[in-house]
């Protein structure tokens, strides 16, 4: 019997080994190699294209200014300097700049996602009456340009008053526009940059949850509200993530609410459009630098050419995502991960 | 009477059905949104189709309105030189861009949805663009475009081998339209890279949810990569490419820009240029509204074309 099956057994290596150096499977094998390099090749080229301007806008950040249009470097500058940061700091006045940007961002990112998670749940759980009718114009207010409702809104900022009440207490109706409440109050009510997308987001999440959590809630005597922010908030942590991510950096990036509602310099997008804009004559770059000549350090190279102006305007692009980087690579594991479970579009 | 919960309103909620107390908690969710859509999106709307009809002037306190029929209409179209040119452009160039955009968005995401060694670094690479959005073309347009082009200009070389491309198409006998979209494709690669970020995103999330039995089974019947490709996984993320094509079409309008003579028309910039530097305000409605319609209708044919090939599962 062990005769028996160890013969057996010598069979099937040796069939295992005949089987391996057949046609059909050593085909078979070559063509999965050729299918992972062309797969690795494919990630290597679009890599390649999404790192290039960033590499490109780095490189070009500490180039030293007399060595602009040489030859001699390509990646790494020949001479390393500090100095185009250090003046594009300065023109966007940065520190104050950025923590202004930070606060506003952060408040209409927290309005947004907060307005976004109740309206979908709504539209998710809560059984209303023409409930698909008003989840139709969510829809239509993806799809309307915000453009659309420009001039009418910016009248509303501009005369703004609760049935007369500022009238009446100090005479005149508010000015909102040039103050961030302007923005706050878009965003609380749903209106802000690409809302209706959130509101998407959050009830197609919501609809992907399990009913029996919440129905055992119920149960056991919780209220809605209790139950929304009890059990269905610390369950949809992906969501969360995914629509503060996408609204941050959104928002972020966005010039055109707060060009209309709130243009003010301390914007940092706003700071950079005025910097790049095309004007007769000298170009802004200079001006500001100009305005700001008291605070530069006599040490720095300055230049008054158009490729420097453009060096600045590179080095202020960089410092104006450079907080995105810091943040992407922070958490940039978890909204993965966040994406992956939220499975936004179920 | 010795029912539960008393008298008042809190007797009143007692005593409610289940789903009609479903409903209330359900619109009280829902107010928030609900008062930003009547105040910011829907009356601000009517008021935009008023204005297009007016001449309209800002002063203290509101606006003054003078009915002007449809001439904001037809100034907008026959004595503007550029609204013509921006509307026509923006639906040329974006249809074509977004085709562009699905084909890589969903070629990006399923490669950084498979399983290979190396896969957590082609993932945050590949969520980059995601992340930071357009603000990295923009940025390497300033980078690029002043600096480099001098270089360029002064050397001979050329920008990222596109001449290269140029030449083998145009000897390959190609028809021009062809050769010059290729090109044009190829210039823009950053553009599409920075604007198929959410796309990608959006099939990443769809290919997480085809169920793997699917392609267990499909393996054991002795299917290949390629036919699973076609038969399992197109069929199952075709919902997602409805909603990418609709993104991707509003993004692109919004962001649709055309340079002239070397100076760059946004068509968002203009419309604003026009009532807030013009103080033409009236005509700046009506090109939003034609904007509007345009939208919506190439939203919609695009959409009812698409649907008719979506496959939905369940």
Redesign the interface.
């Known amino acids: 019997m062990i005769k028996a099956y160890s013969s057996k057994a010598a069979s099937d290596t040796s069939h295992g080994l005949i089987k391996k150096l057949t046609l059909p499977y050593m085909q078979k094998k070559i063509r999965r190699l050729i299918?992972?390099l062309f797969?690795?090749a494919?990630?290597i080229c679009?890599?390649y294209?999404?790192?290039?301007?960033?590499l490109?806008?780095l490189s070009?950040s500490f180039k030293h200014p007399y060595d602009?249009?040489s030859?001699s470097s390509i990646w790494i500058p020949e001479n390393i300097t500090f100095d185009n940061i250090r003046i594009a700091a300065i023109v966007l006045n940065y520190e104050k700049s950025l923590l202004y940007t930070f606060v506003c961002t952060f408040f209409v990112m927290l309005l947004q996602m907060f307005?976004?998670a109740?309206?979908g749940?709504?539209?998710a759980?809560?059984?209303?009456?023409g409930?698909r009718l008003?989840f139709g114009?969510v829809l239509l207010?993806?799809?309307?340009?915000p453009?659309?409702?420009?001039?009418?809104?910016y009248?509303?900022f501009?005369?703004f008053d609760l049935f007369g009440i500022f009238k009446a207490i100090t005479g005149s109706?508010l000015n909102l526009l040039g103050k961030p409440s302007s923005l706050y109050l878009?965003a609380?009510?749903?209106?802000g940059l690409n809302?209706g997308?959130f509101?998407y987001i959050f009830r197609q999440f919501f609809r992907g949850l399990p009913r029996e959590l919440e129905e055992a809630a119920y149960v056991d005597g919780a209220g809605?509200l209790r139950i929304?922010f009890r059990i269905v908030l610390p369950s949809s942590k992906p969501a969360f993530l995914t629509v503060g991510?996408?609204s941050f950096?959104?928002n972020w990036?966005d010039s055109?609410f707060p060009?209309?509602f709130n243009p003010t310099d301390q914007y940092l997008r706003i700071r950079m459009n005025t910097l790049?804009a095309?004007s007769g004559g000298t170009s802004n770059v200079q001006l500001a630098i100009g305005n700001a000549i008291s605070r530069i350090p006599p040490d720095i190279v300055r230049l008054t050419s158009?490729?420097y102006d453009?060096?600045i305007?590179?080095c202020c692009?960089?410092l104006?995502?450079l907080p995105?980087?810091i943040?992407?690579l922070i958490i940039?594991k978890h909204?993965?991960e966040g994406?992956?479970r939220?499975?936004?579009?179920? | 009477m010795n029912r539960i919960g008393g008298r008042g309103i809190k007797g009143w909620y007692y005593r409610l059905e289940l789903?009609r107390?479903?409903?209330l908690?359900?619109?009280i969710?829902?107010i928030?949104?609900?008062?930003?859509?009547l105040?910011?999106?829907l009356?601000?709307?009517v008021?935009?189709i008023y204005?297009s009809f007016n001449n309209?002037k800002?002063i203290e306190?509101?606006?003054s309105t003078e009915y002007v029929k449809w001439n904001n209409y037809i100034r907008a179209f026959t004595v503007d030189t550029m609204f013509n040119r921006l509307i026509l452009t923006m639906i040329s160039k974006t249809l074509p861009q977004v085709l562009i955009v699905i084909i890589f968005s969903l070629?990006?995401a399923i490669?950084i949805n498979?399983k290979?060694p190396?896969r957590s670094i082609?993932?945050?690479?590949?969520?980059?663009?995601i992340?930071?959005?357009?603000?990295?073309?923009?940025?390497?347009l300033?980078?690029?475009?002043?600096?480099s082009q001098?270089?360029m200009a002064?050397?001979g070389m050329n920008t990222f081998g596109t001449r290269l491309i140029l030449d083998v198409l145009a000897n390959t006998g190609l028809p021009t339209e062809i050769v010059g979209y290729v090109s044009g494709a190829v210039s823009g690669?950053?553009q599409i890279?920075a604007i198929s970020g959410?796309p990608t995103?959006?099939f990443?999330?769809?290919l997480?949810?085809i169920p793997p039995s699917l392609y267990e089974v499909a393996n054991i019947e002795g299917a290949s990569?390629y036919e699973a490709f076609w038969k399992i996984t197109l069929p199952m993320v075709s919902?997602?490419v409805l909603?990418c094509a609709?993104?991707s079409i509003?993004d692109a309008?919004?962001r649709h820009t055309i340079m002239v003579d070397g100076?760059n028309y946004g068509i968002?910039n203009y419309?604003?240029s026009i009532?807030f530097n013009q103080a033409n305000?009236g005509l700046?409605?009506a090109m939003?509204?034609v904007?509007?319609l345009v939208?919506?209708i190439v939203?919609s044919v695009v959409s009812f074309l698409i649907s008719k090939v979506v496959f939905y599962y369940d």
């Open positions: 299918l992972l797969r690795y494919l990630i679009i890599s294209m999404i790192l290039y301007p960033l490109q806008m070009t602009i249009g030859l307005n976004a109740f309206a749940y709504a539209f759980r809560l059984k209303l009456k409930g008003l114009l207010t993806i799809i309307v340009p453009t659309s409702m420009m001039l009418p809104q009248v509303f501009r005369n109706k878009l609380a009510l749903g209106q809302a997308l509101v809605y929304f991510v996408l950096v959104w990036n055109y060009r209309l790049s095309a158009q490729p453009a060096l305007l590179t692009s960089l104006i995502i995105l980087i943040l992407f940039q909204f993965i994406v992956e939220s499975g936004i579009v179920g | 789903s107390k479903t409903r908690w359900g619109l969710f829902l928030p949104w609900l008062t930003g859509f105040v910011f999106f009356k601000p709307l008021e935009t204005y309209v800002i306190g509101g606006v070629l990006a490669l498979g290979y190396g082609a993932r945050t690479i590949f969520f980059i663009p992340i930071m959005g357009t603000s990295i073309a923009s940025a390497s300033v980078g690029n475009d002043i600096i001098e270089i002064s050397t690669i950053f890279l959410v995103l959006i990443l999330a769809g997480q949810s990569a919902p997602m909603v609709v993104y509003i309008f919004f100076t968002v419309m604003y009532a305000y700046s409605a939003t509204v904007y509007m939208s919506i939203v």
